[in-house]
C-alpha cells in the first residue's frame, strides 16, 4: 500500500502575502527566500543520510491553484511513486485531478478528500530537494 511520507508544503490565501510573510519573518522568524516563501530542511529519522524540504508559502486571496477546492488551504504531501498513489486513490473511488506535472523540483499530482479539500502529492526528485 502506498502512503505519504512527509509534509511537503504547507500553502495558504492572505489578503496580502507579502505583509502578512513579512509578519511571519518578522514574529516567528520564518525566513523568505526571493520567490517569498519558505523552505524548512530537514533529515529523515529512520535514514538520517536522506534530506528533505517542507515549504511554507502565502498565495493571495483570489489565487485559483486551489481550485475547485474553495477552502484557504492545501497542503503538499510527499509520496515515493506518485503514479501508483494517485492509482491507488482512483481505485479507492477519490476525485483525482487527470494533470500530472513533472519538473526538476519533481512529479505533482493533485486530488480532493471528502471534505472538498484540495490536496497536493510530490515525489520529489531522485536526487533529493
Known sequence: MQRVTGIGGVFFKAKDPKALGAWYEARLGVKREPWGGSVFRWRQHD????????????????????????????????????AAMLAQLRAGGVTVDDKVDESEFGKFGWAIDPEGNRFELWEPPQDGT
Do not use: C, H
Open 47 to 82: 535514514e538520517p543520510e536522506r534530506t528533505g524540504a517542507t515549504a511554507w508559502n502565502l498565495f493571495k486571496q483570489d489565487a485559483t491553484y486551489f481550485d475547485p477546492s474553495t477552502k484557504p488551504f492545501m497542503v503538499n504531501y510527499i509520496v515515493d511513486d506518485l
